[in-house]
């Protein structure tokens, strides 16, 4: 073919070769023949300049796919291409260009493999026909990188810097020699859907995909996820980067829980023994497990309000004990008070129900008695109702006791029924039981009695005894 296209003939490429032809005999040439149309060989030559190889999507970082366009035709230099030649330069930075042979085949595809992730490698294709070689394509530059592997769990627990709030975090997964670029952080909701949170937990913000880590408050998530006090709070994650979207991360078997402010499940009480006109004492049971807004949180205090009596509510102590002493009262006023626990978080759980007292007391100690004789030879004791502290008298009554020539003081109550005798406030005793058992008084001895007073609150003192009345 280089004959055609030399300084004799001066053919170009895709010319049409024309050819006349004459025959001779012994007497001579005879006449040229016609010149061959135009559908005859043409001048054929090496193949033309590729285009580079281009890279497959479907590369990895371990192995690479090229692809390149096929020659036909005049590219082809109107000849069969016999196979394609890929040039690399394995990957060697200090190489300038793809020098090496790496596949010669009558393929348009090769798959280029165990190459490392992140390395450069430089790649060249040029095709073969019967003529020769035709030149280099420029160099494709391939990195080869993929999408990120699978996020191993994610790590779901309370942040030591503000237990209040809950910090997710996780490990830094494959990259496949491509920078990650962001995560999806998602949150399980109680319907078993999921949410992303992207106030606090944004995985596109580049300080949280710097850390991998987030820190949500805990009113946060249980607005979003809507789960009950103490269920697990569950996170997947994945991770993008510019090949493409790893796989989610499993969803975390352990860690921390949902919290909340206690609830109200105390029962509160008024200590009644404690109580008397100028003091009350507000007890109430603690709360445990759960109701203290999950069961591993811990109250800091429990706080006490109490309505004055005027109705104006107003806070009376915080405490961490399970009661509250309030003096300084009027006797015969009602009292209200009500107590909510706080735990870490900043709002205080509900307040109990309202509980109320009257204050109120036994009733003052009896003056002495009253003792002389009356007509019929009888010893009348009589007594004035003391003070009732607020609670009657009235249903409850006396305690009566006489004096015995031992000088202590007994009750029969066949002889003076203080109850009994509630209303009059006096008994009439024939004097023979004086002398009986078991006063066994003398003659001339000083007939005494002491008197004790009750209401619902319980029983006074005892009077003092009297010291002049009736004698025996």
Excluded at 15 to 31: F, I, P, Q
């Amino acid at each position: 073919m280089d004959t055609f296209t030399d300084i004799t003939f001066g053919y170009l490429f895709d010319d049409v070769v024309y050819v006349r032809v004459k025959a001779t005999n012994s007497y001579g040439y005879g006449e040229l023949s016609d010149p061959c149309d135009d559908t005859g060989a043409r001048v054929r030559v090496i193949p033309i300049k590729m285009l580079a190889p281009t890279e497959s999507l479907l590369s990895t970082d371990t192995e690479i796919i090229l692809s390149w366009i096929p020659l036909t035709g005049v590219d082809a230099g109107n000849s069969d291409i016999i196979a394609y030649s890929l040039y690399w330069d394995e990957g060697i930075d200090t190489k300038t260009e793809a020098d090496v042979p790496l596949y010669d085949a009558n393929v348009n595809q090769f798959t280029v493999m165990s190459v490392t992730g992140g390395v450069t490698y430089r790649f060249r294709v040029r095709a073969r026909n019967i003529y020769g070689n035709g030149p280099f394509s420029d160099e494709t530059i391939v990195i080869p990188d993929d999408a990120p592997g699978k996020t191993d769990i994610a790590t779901v627990a309370l942040a030591v810097s503000d237990t209040t709030s809950v910090q997710i975090s996780w490990p830094l997964p494959n990259e496949h020699s491509a920078t990650i670029t962001k995560y999806d952080i998602y949150f399980e909701k109680s319907n078993g859907d999921f949410e992303m949170e992207l106030t606090a937990c944004d995985g596109s913000d580049s300080t949280i995909v710097s850390a991998r880590t987030c820190i949500v408050p805990m009113s946060t998530i249980r607005s979003l996820t809507l789960l009950p006090r103490d269920s697990l709070i569950r996170v997947k994650v994945r991770a993008f980067n510019a090949r493409g979207t790893g796989q989610f991360s499993e969803l975390n078997t352990l860690g921390a829980t949902i919290e909340t402010i206690p609830t109200n499940l105390m029962v509160v009480t008024i200590d009644v023994p404690s109580t008397s006109n100028e003091q009350t004492t507000v007890t109430w049971t603690a709360l445990t497990g759960s109701a203290r807004g999950g069961s591993t949180v811990a109250i800091v205090s429990y706080e006490v309000y109490w309505d004055q009596s005027t109705g104006v509510w107003e806070s009376l102590t915080s405490t961490t004990d399970l009661f509250a002493l309030k003096t300084g009262l009027t006797g015969g006023t009602t009292y209200s008070f009500k107590v909510r626990a706080t735990n870490k978080y900043p709002d205080a759980g509900a307040f109990t129900e309202v509980v109320t007292i009257q204050t109120s007391q036994a009733p003052a100690v009896p003056t002495p008695p009253t003792v002389e004789i009356v007509a019929g030879g009888y010893v009348k004791i009589s007594w004035d109702a003391p003070f009732e502290n607020y609670r009657p008298i009235l249903g409850y009554g006396y305690q009566v006791l006489i004096g015995t020539n031992a000088g202590t003081f007994v009750e029969k109550k066949t002889l003076c029924d203080g109850v009994a005798q509630e209303a009059v406030r006096y008994c009439l005793i024939d004097m023979h039981e004086l002398r009986a058992s078991p006063f066994l008084l003398a003659y001339g001895d000083l007939v005494q009695a002491k008197v004790l007073a009750a209401n619902v609150r319980g029983w006074s003192a005892a009077s003092p005894a009297n010291t002049a009345g009736a004698l025996v």
